[in-house]
Structure formats: C-alpha cells, structure tokens
C-alpha cells in the first residue's frame, strides 16, 4: 500500500493515560500534517512538519500534546494524560505541491 | 483569525437534480480552494481544487467556481447520482505548495434515487 498509512486505528483509553499515534507519510512527501475530527465537523487543524521540521502549531494544541517527525519520515503524536475531550479522529495527511493525501484516522476514545 | 464558513450542513436532492455548496473565507491571503468528499467512516478525498489565479473550473459534472472579491466560492454537482452521497468539506489555505489547509464545517449531501 503506497498511501498514507496510520496505526493503531482505534484506541481506547482511560482518562489520564498516555497515547501515542504513528503515521507513515507517502515516501516522497516532504510535507506532513495532523487534523483532528470530531463528529459532524471538518478536519482542524493541529500541526505540520517539511522534513523534520516542525513549521506550525495550532493555538487549539496544548502542551499536553506533542508531535514528532525525527527523520523527516514517519512522524508520532503523544497525547499525555488524556482528558475525555481528547476523544476524536486524528488524520494524518502529507503532500507534495498540490494534493494533500489523508490517511484512514486513528480513532481515539478516553472512557 | 482564519475561518472558512460553509453552508448548508445538510442537503437533500432527488437523483438527477443539481447541488450547490457554498463558503466563505476570512483569510484574504488564501489563494488555493480545495474541496473534499468524505464517505462514512472513510478518509478525506480530493474532488477538485481551484486555484485564485481562475475563476471557475469543471470536471465532468464537478465545477468550482471562486469569487476572490467577495471571498466565496461555491462546488457544484450536476445531474446528481446516490453515489454522490457523501460529507463534502471546502478548504482554504495561503499556500497552494504546502501550507496548511482550513476546513468548513462539512455539507452532508443526500441524493435519493
């Protein structure tokens, strides 16, 4: 599969857990991004990388969230002490000039 | 802040009938216009984009079209099939090369047969 690929793709958890998500971008994208979707609402926004680089971040991403992307391949997004709130799709999506490619989400769910 | 509104949430057209999505953008910079199709528990699709150097773009019974003045642009779906059954989310974002894209809240269109 050369698409872009996410694991796990569902995750239940207790709140105050930590958890950890993972996406292979398509090789040859040098740009790599992560949404999160809620229910009945449009991706939003939460950060994005070229290469290994960290570009942006949004407002909405607090410091309990972090992501990672250390060889500008495979990128990884912590949520520490999960809050029920956390509960959503996380998308990751890279692109090169053009179309940005999506993944299948992991589904989170803090109980 | 940046902001793109999209309108209606919800819409029902028999088969054969055309669809009209609509949104706006805050962001006078923005200057790509993406549009994706998202099936029920399966990821975000590219339909068709449109860039703001055009006004108006077509593919097959897709067009796009972007009013940058106004900022507004619209999807429109002629001779609708159940097939097009789908959440449809419009973009906009600063930087057709690579820049982020912010989403409208989504247009859950149903067609019925």
């Known amino acids: 599969d050369t698409g872009v690929s996410q694991n796990p793709r569902h995750k239940i958890t207790k709140r105050g857990q930590n958890v950890t998500f993972r996406c292979d971008p398509i090789s040859e994208h040098n740009r790599l991004y992560w949404y999160r979707q809620t229910l009945g609402q449009g991706p939003e926004f939460l950060t994005y990388f070229q290469n290994e680089a960290q570009l942006e971040k949004s407002r909405l991403l607090s410091d309990r969230f972090s992501a990672e992307r250390p060889k500008g391949s495979f990128s990884t997004l912590e949520i520490q002490r999960t809050e029920q709130g956390d509960s959503a799709m996380y998308l990751c999506?890279?692109?090169?000039?053009?179309?940005?490619?999506f993944g299948e989400g992991s589904r989170l769910t803090v109980l | 802040g940046e902001n793109v509104e999209q309108h209606p949430s919800t819409l029902s057209v028999q088969e054969g009938d055309s669809a009209v999505i609509k949104c706006t953008y805050s962001d006078s910079a923005s200057n790509y216009f993406p549009w994706y199709k998202q099936e029920l528990g399966k990821r975000p699709q590219l339909i068709i984009d449109i860039r703001s150097n055009v006004g108006e773009k077509k593919d097959q019974r897709i067009a796009v079209t972007l009013n940058k003045t106004a900022k507004h642009f619209s999807l429109h779906i002629t001779e609708t099939q159940p097939e097009d059954s789908a959440v449809y989310f419009c973009a906009a974002s600063r930087d057709n090369q690579g820049g982020k894209l912010i989403f409208g809240q989504g247009t859950e269109l149903s067609v019925k047969p």
């Open positions: 999506a890279s692109r090169v000039p053009g179309e940005l490619f």
